[in-house]
């Protein structure tokens, strides 16, 4: 399967910013296993699947 997209330049470099500015304001890292945090915790590996 191949999927082909076709922008301009000037559209790259506004995604690219978007994209940036969108990671940049995600979820921290669990200090643990590095997975997304949640706000009520999330199940880490690294706990045996205890709540971190």
Known sequence: MVLRVRI???Q???FTERALK????GRP???LC????DAEGHVC????????
């Open 8 to 10: 301009s330049p000037a």
């Open 29 to 31: 890292p669990c200090p």
């Open 34 to 37: 590095g997975l997304p945090l």
């Open 22 to 25: 969108v990671v940049a304001a």
């Open 12 to 14: 790259a470099r506004a």
């Open 45 to 52: 590996p690294r706990q045996n699947g205890y709540l971190g």
